[in-house]
């Protein structure tokens, strides 16, 4: 939490209406529901991150788990050595380069993540359903506007070989 020095000039939070307030509320109860799926897998974050891309697309490469992590190889395979040891994924020969790996989300470790987010998923579910066709229309085009607006405040993703993994020329 950052303050502010005791001589800077106070600035209100400007007015907003009550679903932005509600938007606000739900990304803080999002990050502490996902505390709560690490705490229940004994997972970090970072490690948790990983297991939601590989319960997500199944089996990735090292290289590609890494960029989509956005973190360097060696703390991928920090990552990777961490779920392995607690039972979470495997490492397996790549089905087509005999030479490469990719790691695996063990089942019995994405049944149990699931069985953790799978109340909330079907709970959300249900509140849609408590709307007429006409209501969950407005509900969809309202979210997905936000989120529009969300993906406009960030940066465009780097393009280049030297991003995190990669290597530059």
Do not use: W
């Not at 709970?123 to 309202?142: K, R």
């Not at 989120?147 to 993994?165: C, I, K, S």
């Amino acid at each position: 939490m950052t303050t502010q020095p005791e001589d800077a000039p106070f600035r209100p939070r400007p007015p907003v209406r009550r679903p932005t307030e509600l938007i606000r509320e739900f990304l803080d109860v999002s990050e502490d529901f996902e505390a709560h799926v690490g705490r229940e897998l004994t997972v970090n974050p970072t490690d948790l991150q990983a297991m939601q891309h590989l319960i997500m697309e199944g089996p990735l490469g090292p290289t590609e788990l890494s960029r989509r992590l956005g973190i360097s190889t060696a703390a991928t395979t920090a990552v990777v050595d961490r779920l392995v040891a607690v039972g979470h994924a495997r490492r397996t020969q790549h089905p087509s380069d005999r030479r490469g790996i990719v790691i695996v989300p063990e089942p019995a470790s994405v049944e149990r993540a699931m069985a953790t987010l799978m109340p909330m998923i079907m709970g959300i579910d249900g509140v849609l359903d408590e709307f007429e066709p006409d209501e969950q229309e407005v509900i969809t085009a309202y979210l997905e506007r936000v989120l529009e607006v969300f993906r406009a405040q960030l940066p465009e993703p780097p393009t280049t070989a030297g991003g995190p993994g990669g290597s530059s020329p």
